[in-house]
């Protein structure tokens, strides 16, 4: 197996882990799904080429905080995992586009984020829902993100990202109506790039006071916070001189430009703004009237009823939020602190010049 992932991430050689299927041209992937994407060898062997590699869920519903999760727990048999070359995405593209044999979703909603910062909890509560499909930061989407920065015509580019989607949500009941995708921090850069892929589909921005969201990095650092951790490009991470240990200057860089990344598509008034503190009450009062889900009042006692629980961990009550650090609060003048204050005003409807 390991010969079939060069170059792949560390962490999405660990989700490939499990007995290896067999894939035959035209066979049918429902019930599979795409859980990482990169170079590897082609099923003749000739060379180099871009090809995904799939986890089998079957019937298993889609409930876990992250996309990955869904496979913890599998029973060894279920564990199966199957490499492919791209075209194996197409008959999903199909089902989308003719509504024959597998009934795929369209999006109905991106989510993308700074992290730390409610998204979690947003996606959690609209999975409630019977009728929403919630795709939390599914691996393979990043593995398209990086392999289209690096080589773009190896990627497939627009169509193979929709054909990911489609693969992504394949509908498992007749209730199942809207898909909602939620990306990783550090993709705020390809927001146009997600807006011209589907330009009429809602983009969700949610964020959070700068120096809360680094106090939670520092209690349990994320991927991108760590440096050489994750490949970030083409996050404009601010250039300047580090120490390799300083995971605060690396985190407040990386923070940093995933504000200016967003200021810019919220300047071209491309994203829906969400602040922390508008949570939850914002997601019955605000998202869900602007992707028009309608609900009974069982469902809606459903989705409040989830945020009285930790957004990753669903079993444990939220009992709010960690005191700050003390002495680590940002004096508030510097670029990150402005970026908030600019998306701030943005999202209040307040002249950039107030």
């Given at each position: 197996?390991?010969?079939?992932?060069?170059?792949?991430?560390?962490?999405?050689?660990?989700?490939?882990?499990?007995?290896?299927?067999?894939?035959?041209?035209?066979?049918?992937?429902?019930?599979?799904?795409?859980?990482?994407?990169?170079?590897?060898?082609?099923?003749?062997?000739?060379?180099?080429?871009?090809?995904?590699?799939?986890?089998?869920?079957?019937?298993?519903?889609?409930t876990a905080a992250f996309f990955q999760d869904n496979f913890v727990g599998q029973l060894?048999?279920?564990?199966r995992v199957c490499y492919t070359p791209l075209a194996a995405l197409a008959q999903f593209e199909a089902s989308a586009a003719h509504g024959k044999g597998l009934r795929c979703l369209k999006p109905s909603a991106f989510v993308f984020h700074v992290s730390r910062c409610g998204s979690t909890l947003l996606t959690q509560m609209l999975a409630q829902l019977p009728s929403c499909v919630v795709l939390s930061e599914p691996p393979v989407l990043d593995g398209f993100f990086r392999l289209h920065h690096a080589q773009p015509q190896a990627s497939g580019g627009v169509a193979v990202f929709r054909q990911l989607l489609a693969a992504l949500g394949q509908a498992r009941?007749?209730?199942?109506?809207?898909?909602?995708?939620?990306?990783?921090?550090?993709?705020?850069?390809?927001?146009?790039?997600?807006?011209?892929?589907?330009?009429?589909?809602?983009?969700?921005?949610?964020?959070?006071?700068?120096?809360?969201?680094?106090?939670?990095?520092?209690?349990?650092?994320?991927?991108?916070?760590?440096?050489?951790?994750?490949?970030?490009?083409?996050?404009?991470?601010?250039?300047?001189?580090?120490?390799?240990?300083?995971?605060?200057?690396?985190?407040?860089?990386?923070?940093?430009?995933?504000?200016?990344?967003?200021?810019?598509?919220?300047d071209a008034d491309v994203l829906q703004l969400l602040n922390y503190k508008q949570l939850p009450q914002a997601v019955w009062e605000r998202v869900m009237p602007v992707l028009g889900l309608a609900c009974d009042e069982d469902a809606l006692k459903a989705v409040r009823a989830r945020a009285q629980f930790h957004a990753k961990h669903g079993t444990q009550p939220f009992t709010g939020d960690a005191p700050p650090l003390a002495g680590r609060a940002n004096s508030g003048s510097d670029e990150l602190a402005q970026c908030y204050g600019a998306l701030e005003k943005k999202r209040l409807g307040v002249s950039p010049a107030a």
């Open positions: 197996m390991s010969t079939a992932m060069p170059g792949w991430l560390a962490h999405e050689r660990v989700l490939l882990r499990g007995a290896v299927w067999p894939y035959g041209a035209g066979q049918s992937m429902a019930g599979w799904y795409p859980m990482a994407m990169g170079m590897g060898m082609p099923m003749d062997g000739s060379g180099h080429a871009p090809m995904l590699a799939w986890r089998y869920l079957g019937q298993r519903p889609l060894a048999a279920d564990k009941a007749d209730v199942q109506q809207h898909l909602i995708v939620k990306l990783d921090s550090w993709h705020a850069p390809w927001i146009p790039w997600v807006r011209a892929a589907f330009a009429d589909v809602p983009i969700f921005f949610v964020y959070r006071q700068p120096d809360q969201v680094l106090a939670s990095h520092r209690r349990q650092r994320g991927l991108h916070m760590v440096p050489g951790l994750l490949p970030l490009a083409p996050l404009p991470v601010v250039a300047q001189a580090l120490h390799p240990g300083d995971l605060e200057g690396h985190a407040r860089g990386v923070l940093t430009a995933i504000f200016q990344s967003a200021l810019a598509s919220a």
